[in-house]
């Protein structure tokens, strides 16, 4: 009964910000690095950002850099994105990941639209 459930996606404007959050359950939370993906239309899938098993180590997207930020909440089983300076191009379907050392889970995927 592995979940990893999506939220907080939608409709901004250019320059706005959006907090994605992804809430999982059904596996030992701790064992897993978590990321955050997102697939640009008429782009490949991309990893947007990603943190350790515990909070410390992060990578970002030369895209992202400066704009997002991801952090984990361990006892809530859950990890975040914070978008900032938002832009058309970020528009996608955005996909919370977790990894273990041999397995990794995917959520369903949530719309971000930046549109003026």
């Known amino acids: 009964q592995v979940q990893l459930v999506e939220s907080g996606g939608g409709l901004v404007q250019p320059g706005g910000s959006l907090k994605l959050s992804c809430a999982a359950s059904?596996?030992?939370?701790?064992?897993?690095?978590t990321s955050w993906f997102r697939q640009i239309p008429g782009k490949e899938r991309e990893l947007v950002a990603s943190i350790s098993n515990f909070p410390g180590s992060t990578r970002y997207a030369d895209s992202v850099k400066g704009r997002f930020i991801i952090s984990r909440d361990n006892a809530k089983n859950m990890w975040l994105l914070q978008m900032n300076s938002l832009k058309v191009d970020d528009t996608g379907v955005y996909y919370c990941?977790?990894?273990?050392?041999?397995?990794?889970?995917w959520g369903q995927g949530i719309q971000v639209t930046v549109s003026s």
């Open positions: 059904g596996f030992t939370f701790t064992n897993y690095a």
């Open positions: 990941s977790a990894s273990g050392i041999r397995m990794t889970f």
